[in-house]
């Protein structure tokens, strides 16, 4: 079975341009998750859904990030504009009911 | 909100060497998650546990709800065990909360 699948694993971007990253979990995983970690630091949560609705998303800083999960599978990441501060490995991870939390490769990007 | 704390957060040892890495959290929980992480960036969930020990391979994981503390242990190191080892638990102790980690260990086994 296929684990929870990120694309792309890293990406340079210039500061004040556009990323996307994509995330596709587990099949059959009603709860999504993406987390930013920072150098030297333990991963931090963004948003969490539950199917297609996006029941915390606290920690997202929504003036330039927004995140998406259509038909409750995948789901993206975007952060418009990027600031050199997003410079981190953003992970995405699945759970079932009743399982644990499977995480994806992540994406690390570098905004110049 | 829970908080967690690892250590130590760098440990460098000699292959066959005995580990110990420690884990404390603050608030109650359901299930604490110990992941691995290598340099890539990717996370692998190694153990998930509710109460008392368990053990894959070289890898024993042990909790004592009571006193908020988890150890994991590797017998026998290997340079291939050479990675971060991080400790999570449930932002508010339980159900489907997302995550918080400790800071991560970063463990090197030396040949």
């Known amino acids: 079975e296929a684990g929870v699948v990120q694309s792309p694993r890293y990406k340079i971007i210039e500061k004040k341009q556009p990323v996307a990253f994509w995330c596709n979990p587990i099949s059959g995983h009603n709860t999504l998750y993406w987390y930013r970690q920072n150098l030297g630091q333990g991963p931090e949560l963004l948003i969490r859904?539950?199917?297609?609705?996006?029941?915390?998303d606290s920690q997202l800083p929504k003036d330039r990030f927004s995140a998406e999960r259509l038909k409750g599978v995948d789901s993206t990441l975007k952060i418009q504009p990027a600031e050199l501060g997003d410079s981190a490995v953003y992970l995405c991870?699945?759970?079932?009911?009743?399982?644990?939390?499977?995480f994806g490769q992540g994406t690390r990007l570098t905004v110049v | 909100k829970n908080e967690v704390e690892q250590s130590p957060q760098n440990l460098t040892a000699q292959e066959g060497e005995f580990i110990t890495i420690n884990c404390s959290y603050s608030?109650?929980?359901?299930?604490l998650h110990w992941l691995q992480q290598h340099p890539g960036g990717g996370i692998v969930s190694l153990f998930m546990l509710s109460s008392g020990k368990k053990k894959h391979g070289r890898l024993i994981a042990t909790i004592n709800i009571q006193e908020k503390h988890s150890s994991l242990h590797i017998t026998a190191s290997h340079p291939r065990d050479s990675a971060v080892y991080i400790c999570a638990v449930p932002l508010n102790g339980g159900g489907a909360d997302g995550l918080t980690f400790g800071k991560g260990t970063h463990l090197i086994i030396q040949p």
């Open positions: 991870a699945s759970r079932g009911v009743g399982t644990e939390a499977f």
């Open positions: 608030v109650g929980i359901s299930a």
């Open positions: 859904y539950e199917n297609e609705e996006a029941v915390d």
